[in-house]
């Protein structure tokens, strides 16, 4: 009974079924798959049921719920069931068509190898630092692109009703121009459409809008975003740069101690 515990709190071997169960749903997304594959894909949930209910026994139910991955690991058994048990279930007793729905979820089992990569820990806070440094800076961004989506909503919206017919469509317009990708089929659009003067105009428009928004505004978002993301390690840098410092300072206090007694 050890040896099961074990080998399912065993890192390797949870691995190396995901890695297994990730191949198996790949080889039938692609079509590939047949009547092994299912009892493959099956056999590897009932693992993840197991192993589940090996951690409750170890660990307690506060204690596994607890930690953050136990959480999604748990959340992803917990929604593979029903789709395991409509397999079971003869098709003309019941339909269970919508329960094979969640099939399709068994993809997130994909991020269960999170947790296996080194470091994954701290990269997940750094994000979180970012995100917490950086939120007031996308908000105003954000509350920019609806305010011109608003406005080229108004001025553009007869002229060039495929970018412009709504405010939905304005703003993703707008944050289309923001990200810098095939930014200039929308000023050409709206310059065909117009006398050659007010077509000019509105390039330049639109050029200005991109340099605000899409350089110049997504360049100070990534770089805060960048900045707080290394934020950490800077200061585990910074720590062990005193730390050595005050190294070097009591070696040098203590040579010169060395070199002359009568100060002491």
């Not at 003869?90 to 991020?111: A, G, I, K, N, T």
Request: charged share 20%; glycine share 6%.
């Amino acid at each position: 009974m050890d040896r099961i515990k074990n080998l399912f709190l065993n890192d390797k071997f949870i691995l190396g079924i995901i890695l297994l169960n990730a191949i198996v749903i790949f080889l039938q997304v692609c079509d590939i798959g047949n009547k092994w594959m299912e009892i493959i894909d099956v056999a590897c949930t009932l693992l993840f049921m197991i192993e589940m209910g090996v951690k409750h026994a170890e660990y307690g139910l506060k204690g596994y719920w607890s930690s953050s991955w136990n959480r999604l690991d748990g959340i992803l058994v917990i929604i593979s069931i029903p789709s395991v048990i409509a397999l079971f279930i003869p098709s003309h007793l019941m339909d269970l068509s919508f329960l094979m729905v969640l099939r399709v979820l068994r993809m997130f089992r994909f991020l269960r190898v999170l947790h296996f990569f080194p470091n994954i820990s701290q990269i997940i806070a750094g994000f979180k630092l970012a995100v917490h440094e950086s939120w007031a800076v996308m908000f105003c961004f954000l509350i920019l692109i609806i305010v011109f989506g608003i406005i080229n909503c108004n001025l553009f919206h007869d002229i060039a009703p495929a970018y412009f017919a709504t405010p939905l469509d304005s703003i993703y317009s707008v944050f289309r121009i923001c990200t810098v990708e095939g930014w200039y089929d929308i000023p050409d659009a709206i310059a065909a459409a117009t006398t050659p003067t007010v077509g000019r105009i509105v390039r330049l428009y639109f050029c200005l809008l991109l340099i605000g928004g899409g350089i110049i505004g997504m360049s100070f978002i990534n770089s805060i975003f960048v900045d707080a993301m290394a934020a950490d390690n800077n200061d585990d840098v910074k720590d062990k740069l005193d730390e050595l410092e005050r190294k070097i300072d009591k070696l040098l206090e203590e040579r010169e101690n060395k070199e002359n007694p009568t100060n002491r």
